[in-house]
């Protein structure tokens, strides 16, 4: 992992990393989106806040290219996700965007170890490779030990790391988490937030979804809060080091 | 908590599931329609025979003696030997001919017997269908065993001795005793030829038993008294001849049918059950009860089983009667009723259900046992075992992910796996046995040459008003000698009588060029009948009229008699038809009774010209070009495989379908979370059939020997055609290699529709509403 980035200056000019313009989204007559704007740096902590059903998912999942705006352009990395065809989006989040979900998502059938090396060796990276990185990672997210065990006896909390380290397999430019802590206990989920601020200081792009203020002023350098579909107001965090 | 909720729980489970709920109709209704039919001709050709037969106490031997070697009186005591249960006779036989057409039949002989009043008979009570018995000299019954023609009652006969006889009824009989009947007074004024008895045996099951019974009953008779004995086995077996065509293939085709439904239903509604894990948590958390729940799932599947059921039952009812009545064409039903049997429709309308019911029984009592906490917080039971090694082992292997992940997930379901398998299996058979029995029919047909052939009927069978211009040998000459002939085949036609045998044949007489032109007749054992006084014919005729080759029967036509020797065994043939020659017909009659000429055109001859050259020169003959035709049972064999083969294999890929449609649901999730972290639509599609293809390839491997295995049970007990070695074996390299590829085409055709729904899931929406 890089270490260029000092981790608490920000520089105007860093690379901007997402960028989304005038982004609408409807489902049928409901209004998800309704013009968002908003520009990640590389390196920078964004937390999304904002009352239950607001637009924080969706937005994520715009940004993820997990689904497409009604109007208005999504770009990640330089690239327009909107001149991407589905298998094009496929290669985009293996290459550039790492996810984490609330409840986890892990495969049941594969044991820690094999769900991790799985984001890889679907680029293909050949089996062994693909296992002795998912172990650096495990261990550096103190799971290794954990690595032959199925997902259904791991704790919240490993499931969560496991997931975590799952999703920086392919050394994505962006992270991105949705209620990262919400399906877990206080202290599962601050092991988690430390987890991620960790990997922030070290120059990881983040963009967290939460309604737990305490995630957002702990993690995030940046607080972006949504209603009704609309960034309602932005304001630099104090980062805590 | 009261049955509303649960009938209104079902409701909405059926709604949500859809597909699933159409799957399940389709399979019941396919495998429904199919068992009965399947049963509809099984029992068709064995109980009728059996129950007229009974009601008639019908004769287990007609026998013919010699009335210079045994005296009436020596007859009658016949009836009293050990193992004789009852007998009647002796009566006096004679055979008459008749010279012109009598009431519907051609000229020929009649076979006539002197028999008092045989309602209440000890053995054989014949059936007055019209009219009455004769009572008095001059009256004469006549034996039709198609149905009374009753306009013609009151009509006469005029034999070639000039007797008139009057007809004041028709009859029949099982026993198939006589052709006609008069009274034993009449038959004394009749010089009778032959004395008949009719006998039931203690011991009669098999042939032996008829034969060692026959035995004991005349013993003491001078040698040679017996002229002739008339097997009820064989009469039986001749009834059943024309379905014993489908018999194997219909009982197998029946038992496939009800093993795939069986499959199928079962994988269908355990995985009802499986993929409803979470649903089951939420009806235990708000209150019903293990035995609520379980009726919840009973319901959601009986409603399309049910559904299925009764259109399969009512599909299947409607196609039996077109079907019976194939099979049954041209045989001698007498008093038997060939219909599908009435108890068929209520047998599948109880028994199907009872099968879908006893099928979800298993996973449904599974449902009973789940507890609710389980069930909602995992969403899905966790899994461990066997099926995680083979994943883990294959996760490590050099394959694509996308593959290997496929390959692995069959293992996590092992025994929906196996259903799967064994309907891939059950279709690969299906595929493998009609491919076998079409190749073999395909085989036992001559190639047809590439010249054009004439065929040209003659007034006598175009039923022309227009008298013949030329004789049949001049006709004959015509068609040699007119532009274009290269050679000309000649076919007689007659009715001919057997000695000791009431019924009569159709004797085809071949001459000209080719004994056996485009008839396509084989002679599959022994060699054609070219030689004089030789005839050959089908395993039908042999069957049914107990000989074999080598055996000699006289023939009888106007009052003539020859002995001819049976030195061939055709392919297949008619049960009432033998072949012979020109010579061994001139023995009989110098009448050729010519019907049809076949012509052979040298190629690049008009056919238009040649045609309009021959009805010139004679207007009374209607010449058509030959259309290359296959037999009639051949297509009815061919178009019932072809429709289960359908039927079943269309059952086996919804089986496939449904196994992965579930999968899919179940596994919507793990779908979406690949998909999220860059598994592209193609990869998943990879994934899903790879998923189903090895099945398929392994079913091949299992199912291709069965399906040989079966092709050859069948293609043996198959009584009407005699197949040779070589028509059996069909299989080649390439025709193999495409059965292989039968299970993977079942497998991937069921694959196709889920495994693109697969590619297309939202994933936004499953990672974050499931
Ligand atoms: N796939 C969908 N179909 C229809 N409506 C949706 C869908 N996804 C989200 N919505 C609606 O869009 C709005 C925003 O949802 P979401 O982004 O999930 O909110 P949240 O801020 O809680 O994450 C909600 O009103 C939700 O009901
Ligand atoms: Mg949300």
């Known amino acids: ?241 | 908590m009261n049955g509303g909720a649960v009938w209104r729980a079902s409701r909405g489970a059926v709604k949500r599931r859809r597909v699933q709920t159409i799957v399940i109709g389709l399979v019941v209704f396919c495998s429904t329609a199919t068992v009965l039919l399947a049963l509809a001709v099984i029992s068709a050709a064995r109980a009728p025979f059996d129950t007229a037969f009974e009601a008639e106490h019908g004769a287990h031997v007609t026998a013919g003696f010699d009335p210079a070697r045994a005296s009436a009186e020596q007859l009658a005591a016949t009836a009293h030997r050990p193992g004789v249960e009852a007998a009647a006779g002796p009566f006096d036989q004679t055979v008459v001919t008749i010279p012109t057409d009598w009431i519907g039949h051609a000229p020929g002989p009649l076979t006539l017997t002197g028999r008092p009043d045989p309602a209440a008979a000890p053995v054989d009570r014949v059936t007055v269908l019209a009219g009455r018995w004769a009572t008095a000299p001059g009256e004469v019954v006549v034996a039709t065993p198609g149905g009374a023609a009753e306009r013609f009652l009151g009509s006469s006969i005029i034999t070639n001795t000039g007797l008139k006889l009057t007809v004041v009824g028709f009859a029949t009989d099982m026993s198939q005793s006589s052709g006609g009947w008069v009274t034993p007074e009449q038959m004394a004024a009749l010089h009778p030829t032959a004395r008949q008895m009719l006998y039931r045996f203690t011991d009669a099951d098999t042939e032996q038993q008829l034969t060692a019974s026959l035995g004991a009953a005349t013993e003491g008779l001078p040698q040679d008294a017996v002229a002739s004995a008339q097997s009820y086995l064989v009469l039986k077996q001749a009834f059943s001849a024309g379905a014993d065509a489908y018999l194997p293939l219909m009982t197998v085709f029946g038992v496939l049918g009800l093993i795939v439904a069986a499959l199928i239903v079962g994988n269908v509604v355990s995985g009802a059950v499986v993929s409803g894990y979470r649903h089951i948590g939420v009806l235990k958390s708000i209150g019903f009860t293990p035995r609520q729940v379980v009726t919840v799932y009973l319901t959601m599947v009986s409603v399309p089983a049910v559904v299925g059921t009764v259109l399969g039952t009512a599909a299947g009812w409607v196609a039996a009667y077109p079907i019976l009545e194939t099979a049954f064409t041209g045989i001698s039903t007498g008093t038997a009723v060939i219909e599908p049997a009435g108890w068929l429709p209520v047998a599948t309308l109880l028994g199907v259900p009872l099968l879908v019911a006893l099928a979800a029984l298993v996973p449904a009592s599974r449902a009973h046992r789940f507890s609710a906490a389980q069930a909602i917080s995992a969403g899905s039971a966790p899994r461990t075992g066997r099926g995680l090694k083979v994943q883990r082992w294959l996760s490590g292997t050099r394959l694509p992910r996308a593959v290997s992940l496929g390959l692995g997930q069959p293992f996590a379901r092992p025994a929906r796996t196996a259903l799967t398998m064994a309907a891939i299996t059950l279709g690969v058979v299906t595929v493998t046995v009609t491919t076998g029995v079409t190749g073999t029919l395909a085989k036992s047909f001559v190639p047809p040459d590439r010249n054009t052939h004439i065929d040209v009927l003659t007034a006598k069978f175009a039923e022309k008003k227009i008298e013949p211009r030329l004789t049949p040998e001049q006709t004959e000459a015509m068609l040699h000698a007119t532009p274009g002939a290269e050679r000309v085949s000649v076919r007689g036609l007659v009715r001919v009588g057997l000695v000791g045998q009431p019924q009569l044949v159709f004797a085809n007489f071949y001459g000209g060029d080719d004994m056996v032109d485009h008839q396509r007749l084989r002679v599959v054992e022994g060699r054609p009948a070219t030689g004089l006084g030789e005839i050959e014919a089908g395993p039908a005729f042999l069957d049914q009229h107990g000989v074999k080759l080598g055996d000699r029967l006289t023939l009888v036509l106007d009052g003539r008699q020859t002995t001819v020797t049976i030195v061939g065994k055709e392919l297949q043939g008619n049960a009432n038809a033998i072949s012979s020659n020109a010579a061994t017909r001139a023995l009989l009659t110098p009448d050729p009774h010519v019907v049809e000429y076949d012509v052979r055109l040298a190629q690049g001859t008009d056919a238009a010209a040649y045609q309009k050259a021959i009805t010139d020169a004679d207007p009374s003959l209607t010449p058509s070009i030959v259309a290359p035709s296959t037999e009639g049972s051949v297509v009815a064999i061919q178009s019932f495989s072809t429709t289960f083969t359908v039927l079943l294999s269309v059952v086996a890929a919804l089986g496939v379908f449904n196994t992965l449609l579930l999968t899919i649901r179940e596994r919507r999730r793990d779908l979406g979370m690949l998909k999220a972290i860059g598994m592209t639509p193609r990869q998943v599609v990879a994934m899903t059939i790879t998923s189903v293809a090895w099945q398929g390839v392994l079913s091949g491997i299992i199912g291709i020997p069965l399906g040989i295995l079966t092709h050859r049970l069948i293609i043996e007990h198959v009584r009407i055609i005699a197949f040779t070695e070589g028509m059996i074996d069909v299989w080649g390299a390439p025709l193999l290699a495409a059965l292989a590829l039968a299970g993977v085409a079942i497998a991937v055709l069921g694959a196709l529709v889920p495994a693109r729904s697969a590619a297309r899931l939202p994933i936004a929406e499953v990672l974050h509403n499931e």
């Open chain 1, 1 to 241: 992992m890089s270490n260029d980035h000092d981790g608490t200056t920000r520089p105007d000019d860093a690379q901007v990393v997402v960028e989304l313009s005038g982004v609408h989204k409807e489902f049928g007559d409901a209004k998800a989106l309704d013009g968002v704007d908003l520009r990640i740096r590389a390196g920078e902590a964004v937390a999304v806040m904002g009352p239950s059903g607001c637009g924080k998912s969706t937005l994520l999942n715009m940004v993820a290219g997990l689904d497409r705006p009604t109007s208005g352009t999504v770009r990640v990395q330089g690239q327009d996700l909107g001149q991407l065809n589905e298998s094009g989006l496929a290669l985009f989040r293996r290459r550039h965007v790492g996810m984490i979900f609330q409840f986890f998502n892990l495969i049941d059938d594969l044991p820690a170890l094999d769900n991790v090396a799985l984001a890889a060796q679907l680029t293909g990276t050949s089996a062994k490779q693909a296992r002795r990185r998912a172990l650096e990672l495990l261990d550096e997210l103190g799971v290794a030990h954990r690595k032959d065990v199925y997902p259904a006896t791991l704790s919240g909390g490993e499931r969560q790391r496991v997931a975590v380290a799952r999703a920086l397999m392919n050394r994505p430019a962006l992270l991105l988490a949705d209620e990262p802590t919400g399906a877990l206990d206080s202290r599962s989920g601050e092991q988690v937030m430390d987890l991620l601020i960790d990997l922030n200081q070290i120059g990881q792009t983040l963009l967290i979804v939460t309604h737990d203020p305490n995630l957002a002023t702990r993690c995030a350098s940046r607080l972006v809060e949504v209603a009704d579909g609309r960034v309602a107001r932005e304001r630099m965090l104090e980062t805590q080091s």
